[in-house]
Each structure stands twice: as C-alpha cells, then as structure tokens.
C-alpha cells in the first residue's frame, strides 16, 4: 500500500526488507526509525487497511474518567487513549491496530463497546501528559513502596534527636573533654580500620582473575533498547547532545532514546524542537510536581520505554559508539538475576588542574577497583548515576527510581541486593567532565553524600530485615560501605587533632591512652595511605590516561574537602533533605575538541 500510494520509494523497501529479515520488528518500525515515512503517513496508511478512522486526540479533550479507568500509565505502555463515550461505545484511540487485539478484553470489560480509531503514538502520549499530569505526577514521586523511600522522610524528627544529640555532646566536652574526644576518636578509627579492610579486600579481589563468562548464546533476535537522558536548562546543549547520542552503533529500530524535559524548562524543549530530533530520538515531559528531581524525571520517562532494556545516561555524556551492544551482550551471557550493568565513568579533562587530576584518580579507582572488587567479594554495589542499565522487568518490580533521594543511584544498588537481583560491571566506558573547582565540588559531593547518609538511614529503619534480605555478609558490606564512610569524613577532625602530638602539643586525650597508642595509630595511618596510593595507582593504569603516578599521595591534601562536604550535607539533611544542589558542567569543555556538551545536575524544591 505504501508503495503503490508512493509513500516510499522501491528501494526503501527493499532495504528496510533487507535491515528487518530475521528481527522479530515490523517493516513500519524500520521505515521509520530511518526517516523514510513519517508517524502520521504510517497511521493513515494502517487507517485505510483496517478501516478505522483518523483522528487528532490534541482536538478531542479526551475525558480523564475513561483514562483513570484503564489507567494513565497502562495507555503509556499499551500507546491507547480511551477518548469520549459516544451512545453506548466508547471511542478509543490506538497508536497500532494491533493493540485492539492484545488489549480487546480488558477494553470490553471496561468500556463495553469500543469504537477504535487510530493517531500518532507521540499524540497520544502528548494529550495523556496533558490530560492526566497531575496523576502521572503522583506516580511517578511514590512508585517506591513507602517502606523503601525516603519520601517521608521526618526532618523534624531528625533536627530534635540531632538536637538534643549535639546538646549531649557539648555539655561532655564541657564535663569530661578528654573522656568525650577519646570515644569519638575511637569510633573514627574504628571506621577507618574496617574500610581500610574493605578497599584492601577490594584491591585483593580485583587483581585476581575474573572467573570466565558463559558463552555468547545465539540471540534470536536483538532486544529493543530505551535510553533515558535527563536534561534541565539545557537549551545550549541540543546539536552536540544529538551528535554524540548519534554516535551509538545499534540499529536504530531497535534503539529508542527519551529526552526528558520539565514542564516548566520551555528553553530546552525548544532547542531540543530546533534541533530536528531523528525519529528514534523523542521528548518526554515531565509534569510540574511536588519535587522536580532526577529520579522523579526517570519515573515519569520509565512508563514511556517501549524497551526490555531501559538505560540511563546524563546529558553531558559521551558513550562509546559500541556501549549498547557491549551490553545486549553481557545480559545475554549472564543469569536472569543480574538485573543491572554498571559501564564505567571517566573524564576528558583530566590535565585541566590538580582537582581534575585527583577527581580522575579518585574515580578510576572507585569504578575499576573498589566496584569490581566490591561486586567479586558478593557485596552490594552501589551504583553510579549514569552509564546503567537495567533489565525492564526487574526494574518495574522494584518500583524504578526513589523520585526523593539525592543519591537513587546507591540507593538503587541497596534495593537490587534486597530482592535478590546482580549488578555486574562492563568494561565499557563513558566520558564527563571532571568537577575541578572547589566550592561546585563541595556542592556536588555535599548531595552524594547527604544521600548515602538518607540511603543508610531509609534502609536501617527496620535492621533485621534488611539483614534477612542481604544475609550477614551484604549487611556488614552496607554497614562498613555507608556508616563507615560517613564515620570518617565527620569525625576527621577528631583523627586531625592528633597531629598535635606528633608536634609535641598538648591534647585533651594525652593523658588517658596507653602505652603504644600513638605508634599503632600512626601505624593505621600509614597503611590507609598505602592502601589509597596503591589503589589509586592500579586504577590510573587501567585507564587511557596514563597520568604520572606522583599525583597519587597528592588525594591527600584532596580528601579533606570532603569532611566540608560532610558538614553541609549533615545540615541539608536536617534543613532541605530533597534540596539537589546544582552542579554545572561545561566549563571545561572544548566543544570543537570532544564534542561534549555543557550540563548540570538536576536542583529541586520540595
């Protein structure tokens, strides 16, 4: 039919014929997914084959009763918008016949008789955003079970214990500082011994040889991959965003990436309109909402993914063109248990000034030492925020993303664990930009870690279970991981003061701690650093980089920054706990060099 009407040429589809032979995909989505025939032309064309009727859902004011019936984001999923009662029918628009057919009971047994026509599946999806905002709002901010989200989070609560917790410890080292500044001492070194055994372990395990995968089954067919990315005053970023997302080498009807944009940012929905999307490129609007959040945009995106696949990418992202069938690849050698692949992170300006250096060096070893040794010891592994990808089902089962938590990644990583499900990592790899200022690195890392405080706080509310769930050995990884890493950048301080010992001053503590304590906190100090510096050394040669191992002890003098952050993100728990600091990127990005784009993370307002 759409030959002979001359919708498309012979020899487009002769090679769309050719592109589809043995994928389980339909010639259309072919056609399409290259541009060749447009939605409307294609909905028109399937109109007089079935001889349904056209129609506009932007000109019907669908009623939301009929959408609420079947459910806002079931007509999502299934691309149907049941429109008007019309006599004793229902007219119901569908953006494929075949939906009719897979869908034909429930709509008889909600609506009785169905009147079906057909429209564009972006219409639909455009006049059910529209008409049921509110709903999909609701939804997307509470899709986790209230048990595992932070979104009733009691600040009030937290700013009395705290509260009377601080009064506790002022009026101690008031009475007794010696006595009070010694605990406090013991518990930071406490922290420091177990998660110095646990990046040690970590470096063991990642050195030994990874035990081999299974071999690449025949595939059938290739799944149908959906890619999120997040944006937010954005408008700067839409060429280079296309150009480098157009880099990806997977077919392209069987690849979909959603663009998700707030309601309210006009600037980058207009520039990502200008910028003529291909067909395989959409964008999605997040409605106006409680919180405006990361998580909350990936909910809202998560109910418009065609895919078995769903990945996560953020818009200053730079994937390698063969990211997607490295990881098609890896969910087919691995159990139906791995849930998730982690790809790794790195940066493209890593010679820009010594922040850059050591925020390279620090995330070298978080993705190619600790996570890999972490997830080879059998712990939990939290995760990062973007280079993920899921596999649909497990996803949905979990209810998607925590839409309040500041760090959903972790936070996701924690819940996969829970249930039972993997997270592997790929040796794949994604560029960004290195945040090497110090006060937005302060803000940035002051959000990461006022999340793994909520993280830990929202998954110890009811401590046997989680230790049911995980079983003793991911429990204490979660302990030591969180708790322990929290624990040290608070109480460094406390761990500082002893350098006056070592200059011959006096200190409060002096007095009260045995003989050779000095020495074996000296001694605890030594092996931390050699821990740090050989990880961080491993980890800069299995990068391109190949920075001078020198600039290794200098993270030194750049962990300290944290303990700052550290205070902020305490006070932020207590004052604004969903507060996203914003954190922008591009400042040292050369467009005409990477290709890379300006972008920020993602602020909100409760």
Known sequence: MLLREGHVAPHR????????????VALSEVMLADGVLSERDLCEALARRCGHAVLRPAEIAPDPRLIDRFGAQDCLREGLLPCRTVGDATLVVAAHPDAFLRCGPRLGALFGRVLPALAPRSEIETAIGQARAEVLSAAAEARVPAPESCRDWKAGVMRRALGLFGLALAAGLVIAPGAVILLLALWALT???????LRFAAL?????????????PAMARLPMVSIIVGLYDEENIAPRLIARLSRIDYPRDLLEILLVVEAEDRRTRTALEAAHLPPWMRIVISPRGRI????????????????????????????????????????????????????????????????????????????????????????????????????????????????????EDADLGIRLARHGYRTDLIDTVTEEEANCRPIPWIKQRSRWIKGFMMTWAVHMRAPR???????????????????????????????????????????????????????????????????????????IRRTRHRLNPLWVPTLHFYNPLATLAAYKALWELLSAPFYWDKTRHGIFDPPARSGLSASSTRPHRP
């Open 465 to 539: 279970l989680l230790w049911r769930q995980l079983g003793p050995w991911k429990f204490a990884g979660v302990q030591v991981l969180f708790l322990g890493t929290l624990s040290q950048s608070l109480l460094a301080p406390v761990l500082w003061s002893f350098w006056l010992l070592a200059a011959g001053l006096p200190h409060p503590v002096a007095g009260l701690l045995p003989p050779g304590a000095v020495g074996a906190m000296a001694t605890l100090f030594l092996l931390t650093e050699t821990v740090g510096i050989a990880i961080g050394v491993l980890a």
């Open 191 to 197: 922290a420091l011994t177990l998660t110095t055994a």
């Open 292 to 407: 405006r959040t990361k998580p909350r945009a990936l909910n809202v995106a998560l109910d418009h993914c065609r895919g078995t696949i769903v990945g996560v990418y953020d818009a200053e992202d730079a994937p390698a063109p063969d990211q997607i069938r490295r990881v098609v690849e890896g969910f087919a050698r691995r159990g139906a248990n791995v849930a998730c692949l982690q790809g790794m992170l790195d940066y493209y300006n890593p010679r820009t000034n010594w922040m850059a250096r050591c925020f390279t060096i620090e995330y070298a070893a978080w993705f190619r030492v600790l996570l890999p040794g972490l997830d080879r010891l059998g712990l939990a592994v939290p995760l990062g925020g973007t280079t993920l990808f899921f596999r649909r089902a497990a996803l949905e089962a979990l209810g998607g993303w925590d839409a309040h938590n500041v760090t």
């Open 13 to 24: 589809i002769m090679e769309a014929l050719s592109r589809s032979a043995g994928r389980d």
């Open 204 to 216: 063991i395990a990642v050195t030994r040889p990874a035990l081999p995968l299974p071999p690449m």
